[in-house]
């Protein structure tokens, strides 16, 4: 069973940063592309960031400049770290990734829990 575990989330004053964290673990799996989606109350999900497997980069015009998508292979997690951050911003943050479990052979898609981002003074 592949599960992602998010962490990082947390209260921030506006012009603050915060790195959210999200790791794929599990047996006898391989990531693809990974990204970031956040939903702010009353709001639909929307994408924030994605990378693919070779790092190649998407950022929503929103956080462009001001947020960073990064991914570690070898532990099969993807960062997300946010600087400037905005009262806008605030929302619930979840990551997927594009998963293809080897045995038996199954390519889907996986969410994680969320982790709350809040950005208020």
């Known amino acids: 069973q592949v599960q992602l575990v998010e962490s990082g989330g947390g209260l921030v004053q506006p012009g603050g940063s915060l790195k959210l964290s999200c790791a794929a673990s599990?047996?006898?799996?391989?990531?693809?592309?990974m990204g970031w989606y956040r939903q702010a109350p009353g709001k639909q999900r929307d994408l924030v960031a994605t990378i693919m497997g070779g790092g190649s980069t998407n950022y929503a015009d929103s956080v462009k400049g001001r947020f960073t998508i990064s991914r570690d292979n070898a532990k099969n997690t993807v960062y997300l770290q946010m600087n400037s951050l905005k009262p806008e911003d605030t929302a619930v943050y979840y990551c997927?990734?594009?998963?293809?479990?080897?045995?038996?052979?199954?390519?889907?898609?996986?969410w994680g829990q969320g982790t709350q981002v809040t950005v208020s003074s």
């Open positions: 997927n990734a594009d998963i293809m479990v080897w045995t038996p052979p199954a390519r889907s898609t996986y």
């Open positions: 599990g047996r006898g799996f391989s990531v693809y592309a």
